[in-house]
């Protein structure tokens, strides 16, 4: 197993090339099974859950392959099924579920089980698709779907869920008649997965909002135009943001959308950060002491949740106190007790921290325990004085295309090695 060192210390300089969007490239991949034929993306990041994807389409029949472009060949797709050698270490492998049942009638995919950052469920997933007419059972630990034909059906959402309102929109795309869509989740990457789906031939509306109207059509082809591109990654882009407030330094990220990134840039600018923004481009320095802020998660556009872990990290060097709720998953503070062992003073009260910000963190020996938790880590170890290793990086590899690499590039002292 690999693990990363760190010696901290040095304010970052420099420009990062955002890469392709993760959360953005999962849900298009599993578009491809609604369309027999060669799909083909652009900017698709080279990551372990994209890897788990591929592998998972190839079980089902699918040709994944995967150099400057991605190319998938959803032709001699035959067996509709994840399995849960695949799915327990990728949840999102439930994206599945909606368009295999949508285009072959029939799905059988594994339950994910709980996971670090809390249980998610898809029991929305699961009523959504019986509203359309959907049998659903569990059976020996995997959900099994069947339907002659899927009927539009209106669905208001309880609760705002992504992989959930990606899930519908692909098996709606292709049912009797019109969905509508409440409650959704508006995040970018359901705009992304609107668009290859129109691109496909399906008739979708509101992407973007929280009302989703979608007309089904009886069949969807794969785009003849150019290799369709993924969106950049606002995740990985807020990380390197927040890496260039926390060492003091001035980094330029290019291959991003700030619109994107609006909550969080707001928030950055308030901890004290100079910011500026063109089409593609975001310059972020330094700009004296970081101030305390406080913080909620939101669904998108709120502040969002995959930036809880990364924003606590440089409130730990704040002055002040900040207050930190995660209001999405009810576990997602397993960085906060590592982030201690550095010297952070963080106190945990159920989905609330309270971080009192500290003058220096300092190098120690860190386990990551989840993808968005281990960059929180890295963040610390650039800010720490001393020497940090961060052990079960497996998770950064999940979401942060090379990560070292970048960092190294701006200036950082980061290595991996073997354990
Ligand atoms: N929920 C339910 N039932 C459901 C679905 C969701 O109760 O059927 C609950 C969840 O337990 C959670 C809340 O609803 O409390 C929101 O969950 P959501 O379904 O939106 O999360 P997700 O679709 O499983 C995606 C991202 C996550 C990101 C969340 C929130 C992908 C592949 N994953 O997860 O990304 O944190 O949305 O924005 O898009 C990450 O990249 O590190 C990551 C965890």
């Given at each position: 197993m690999d693990?990363?060192?760190?010696?901290?210390?040095?304010?970052?300089?420099?420009?990062?090339?955002?890469?392709?969007?993760?959360?953005?490239?999962?849900?298009?991949?599993?578009?491809?099974?609604?369309?027999?034929?060669?799909?083909?993306?652009?900017?698709?990041?080279?990551?372990?859950?994209?890897?788990?994807?591929?592998?998972?389409?190839?079980?089902?029949?699918?040709?994944?392959?995967?150099?400057?472009?991605?190319?998938?060949?959803?032709?001699?797709?035959?067996?509709?099924?994840?399995?849960?050698?695949?799915?327990?270490?990728?949840?999102?492998?439930?994206?599945?579920?909606?368009?295999?049942?949508?285009?072959?009638?029939?799905?059988?995919?594994?339950?994910?089980?709980?996971?670090?950052?809390?249980?998610?469920?898809?029991?929305?997933?699961?009523?959504?698709?019986?509203?359309?007419?959907?049998?659903?059972?569990?059976?020996?630990?995997?959900?099994?779907?069947?339907?002659?034909?899927l009927k539009g059906a209106t669905i208001t959402f309880e609760q705002i869920t992504v992989t959930g309102t990606e899930n519908i929109l692909m098996a709606a795309s292709l049912a009797k008649g019109t969905t509508r869509l409440l409650n959704a989740a508006r995040e970018p990457e359901i705009v992304a997965l609107a668009d290859y789906l129109n691109a496909m031939g399906a008739r979708i509306k509101g992407a973007g909002t929280s009302q989703i109207t979608i007309e089904g059509v009886r069949e969807l082809t794969p785009p003849a135009a150019a290799p369709f591109p993924v969106i950049p990654d606002r995740i990985e882009a807020g990380t390197y943001l927040v890496a260039a407030g926390i060492t003091g330094g001035q980094i330029t990220l290019t291959h991003c959308v700030p619109d994107h990134l609006e909550s969080l840039i707001e928030k950055l600018r308030s901890a004290g950060l100079a910011i500026e923004t063109s089409p593609?481009?975001?310059?972020?320095?330094?700009?004296?002491?970081?101030?305390?802020?406080?913080?909620?998660?939101?669904?998108?556009?709120?502040?969002?949740?995959?930036?809880?872990?990364?924003?606590?990290?440089?409130?730990?060097?704040?002055?002040?106190?900040?207050?930190?709720?995660?209001?999405?998953?009810?576990?997602?503070?397993?960085?906060?007790?590592?982030?201690?062992?550095?010297?952070?003073?963080?106190?945990?009260?159920?989905?609330?921290?309270?971080?009192?910000?500290?003058?220096?963190?300092?190098?120690?020996?860190?386990?990551?325990?989840?993808?968005?938790?281990?960059?929180?880590?890295v963040l610390a170890a650039l800010a720490a004085k001393g020497i940090t290793s961060i052990s079960r990086i497996y998770h950064l590899d999940r979401g942060y295309e090379s990560m070292e690499t970048k960092l190294s590039q701006v200036g950082a002292r980061i290595w991996r090695e073997k354990e």
């Open positions: 693990k990363l060192v760190v010696e901290g210390g040095t304010p970052l300089q420099g420009e990062i090339a955002v890469s392709g969007a993760k959360n953005a490239t999962l849900p298009l991949m599993a578009s491809a099974l609604l369309a027999s034929g060669r799909h083909t993306f652009s900017n698709t990041p080279r990551l372990r859950d994209i890897r788990t994807m591929g592998r998972l389409l190839e079980h089902m029949g699918a040709a994944c392959e995967h150099d400057a472009l991605m190319r998938i060949d959803t032709s001699n797709v035959q067996r509709p099924e994840a399995p849960y050698e695949l799915v327990k270490t990728m949840r999102a492998s439930v994206l599945v579920l909606g368009p295999l049942l949508a285009r072959h009638g029939s799905a059988r995919v594994s339950l994910p089980g709980g996971c670090a950052i809390g249980a998610r469920p898809i029991n929305l997933h699961l009523d959504a698709l019986k509203q359309m007419g959907a049998e659903v059972w569990l059976e020996e630990g995997y959900v099994v779907a069947r339907t002659r034909e593609g481009r975001i310059e972020v320095r330094s700009n004296g002491p970081i101030r305390s802020m406080d913080v909620k998660t939101y669904p998108f556009p709120g502040f969002p949740t995959d930036m809880q872990a990364q924003f606590m990290a440089l409130m730990t060097l704040a002055d002040g106190v900040s207050f930190i709720v995660e209001q999405i998953f009810e576990n997602r503070f397993m960085h906060a007790l590592e982030l201690t062992r550095m010297g952070a003073r963080i106190d945990l009260d159920g989905r609330s921290a309270m971080v009192r910000g500290v003058k220096n963190l300092s190098g120690a020996p860190v386990m990551a325990t989840d993808l968005r938790a281990s960059a929180s880590l």
